[in-house]
């Protein structure tokens, strides 16, 4: 199983981050991803989630109306949008994969999402 | 709204020692709590899910117990390796993550 995450990203503040998460090693349609993010010398936050089996999703209630969870089927890949970004969400984002009755087993090796005027 | 506490914040230990991590959840989350470590510059690793069961290829060192709202993790006679952040994560209504405890050389 591996989750591989596109690279690091630069963004101005008011800007948009949209990072992928190609996944491999396993049926993608058979388990949800999670987005976790970690600002730097801070603990994890768990974003949301999204299931590749219908697309459906779920949103920590802060994220709402700001962040997109998407998959691809056809490429196994799971993408998160971020919009309207500050400073505040520099930070490294995870995608990482869900398994029933054990929560996230694989996770990604991380992009680093930095936000600079 | 779920809270996971996790203490002490940090915990200094010796090497050789043994250690043992506090995590609380704010309602009872039966034993869906899972554990994870995190190196410096890596990705967080699952150790323990099901407040109890070592994942794949973890050392019988760690070990985990608890349900409901209180779980602990223990790690026996502490290698090196081991003093980094562990983190707890409920997942009996969607995720929440716990704090963080650092576990520092004594």
């Known amino acids: 199983v591996q989750l591989v995450q596109s690279g690091a990203e630069v963004k101005k503040p008011g800007a948009s981050v949209k990072v992928s998460c190609k996944a491999s090693?396993?049926?993608?349609?058979?388990?949800?991803i999670s987005w976790v993010r970690q600002a730097p010398g801070q603990g994890l936050e768990w974003m949301g989630w999204?299931?590749?089996?219908?697309?459906?999703?779920y949103y920590v209630q802060k994220y709402m109306g700001r962040m997109s969870m998407t998959t691809d089927a056809s490429t196994n890949t799971a993408y998160m949008e971020l919009r309207g970004l500050t400073s505040d969400d520099t930070a490294m984002y995870y995608c990482?994969?869900?398994?029933?009755?054990?929560?996230?087993?694989?996770w990604g090796q991380g992009t680093l999402v930095s936000v600079s005027s | 709204e779920m809270v996971m506490t996790q203490s002490p914040a940090s915990l200094s230990v010796s090497p050789g020692e043994r250690a043992t991590l506090s995590c609380k959840a704010s309602?009872?989350?039966?034993?869906?709590l899972a554990w994870y470590q995190q190196k410096p510059g890596q990705a967080p690793r699952l150790l323990i899910y099901g407040a109890s069961t070592r994942a794949t290829g973890i050392p019988a060192r760690f070990s985990g117990s608890g349900s409901g709202t209180e779980f602990t993790l223990t790690i026996s006679s502490l290698q090196s390796e081991d003093f980094v952040v562990y983190y707890c994560?409920?997942?009996?209504?969607?995720?929440?993550f716990g704090q963080g405890t650092k576990l520092e050389i004594k």
């Open positions: 999204i299931t590749a089996y219908n697309g459906d999703t």
């Open positions: 990482v994969r869900e398994v029933t009755s054990i929560s996230h087993d694989y």
């Open positions: 994560q409920q997942y009996n209504h969607w995720y929440t």
């Open positions: 090693g396993y049926t993608f349609s058979n388990h949800g």
């Open positions: 309602q009872s989350i039966g034993s869906n």
